[in-house]
């Protein structure tokens, strides 16, 4: 099992000294990956269904930094040294699919070959129209593509590509990422669709679940899973050629607190729910520690490496 955790790249805490001090004290603790998420414009008002949560709700803030995911990235690979760098996750379709793969590339060599891309088609249409972009009813098929042509970079001398929505050719690509094939691509999303993109395309599955409407506890995990595997084995791949991460907040709650949320509680219930789902399948798992404040989110990272992951090795 892998543990990572995702680095608040927007809100109060996101500055430059608290991003690097979070940054380098995971790697102390030995977290194996760090996470951030993706917003690139944030519209005022928005009409579009936050998935994640009831009708109307959204936990977007518009007045509050939204740092950029692959520079976030880039400028935290100079502070640390073994730890993975991902995106939870990157919005495939709002960005120059050659571009995208030249920034991730590059990346990828600088840092010695730590890019885990999590990728995810968006959900916010106000934001493709933002960027100009009218493909949000296709937004699934481009990212779909764009993946493909991802990989054509990356892995092609001579690449090529003659898409619906992009064609590449004539060109060279270097450098190339150190990791080969190519950095790991781990296809976020919990619906029929993200698990067909995460079957055909995908080297890894992320969906994000305890998270409002979206339960994903482990019974429903191994059902997800086993649907995964039928269609990756249907598509002509080894069964078991996706990996499974899971990504949901977790928290210390004091005892008497209230029923009790699967991912919470003492050390030794969070563990006991880390093997519950190690069991169905899950091997990487990405956790937001609730804190709005740096010495309470640190303490919180430090408990679970401390208390939580032994348990569990």
Same mark, same amino acid.
């Given at each position: ?45 928005? @009409? ?34 073994? &730890? ?18 030249? &920034? &991730? ?63 590449? @050719? ?80 977790? @928290? ?62």
């Amino acid at each position: 099992m892998t543990f990572g955790f995702q680095i608040p790249n927007r809100g109060p805490l996101a500055t430059p000294e608290n991003l690097r001090t979070l940054a380098t004290r995971a790697e102390e603790m030995s977290f194996d990956h760090l996470w951030v998420i993706d917003r690139v414009a944030i519209p005022t008002q928005s @009409s579009s269904p936050y998935p994640y949560g009831p009708p109307g709700s959204s936990p977007l803030q518009p007045d509050q930094p939204y740092c950029e995911a692959l520079s976030t990235l880039t400028y935290l690979a100079g502070f640390t040294q073994r &730890i993975k760098l991902g995106t939870s996750v990157l919005l495939i379709p709002l960005r120059d699919p050659v571009l995208t793969a030249k &920034i &991730i590339a590059t990346l990828d060599y600088l840092s010695g070959g730590r890019v885990i891309l999590g990728a995810g088609v968006g959900w916010l249409e106000e934001e493709f129209e933002a960027l100009g972009l009218n493909i949000f009813a296709e937004r699934g098929k481009v990212t779909d593509e764009y993946i493909r042509i991802f990989k054509e970079l990356w892995t092609k001398e001579e690449p090529q590509y003659q898409g619906q929505y992009y064609q590449v @050719s004539g060109i060279k690509f270097h450098p190339k990422p150190v990791q080969k094939p190519h950095p790991p691509i781990w296809i976020g999303g919990h619906s029929p669709a993200a698990l067909r993109r995460a079957a055909s395309i995908g080297d890894g599955w992320m969906p994000a679940g305890l998270i409002g409407p979206v339960s994903l506890e482990p019974a429903e995990m191994a059902e997800q899973i086993d649907q995964l595997r039928n269609w990756t084995e249907k598509l002509g791949r080894p069964r078991e050629a996706v990996e499974v991460a899971f990504s949901t907040f977790v @928290s210390f709650d004091s005892p008497g607190a209230g029923p009790r949320r699967t991912l919470s509680g003492s050390p030794q219930e969070m563990a006991a729910d880390i093997v519950r789902y190690q069991q169905v399948g899950v091997k990487h798992f990405v956790f937001a520690f609730l804190g709005n404040e740096m010495e309470p989110l640190l303490e919180n990272m430090e408990q679970f490496a401390k208390e939580v992951r032994p348990l569990v090795r």
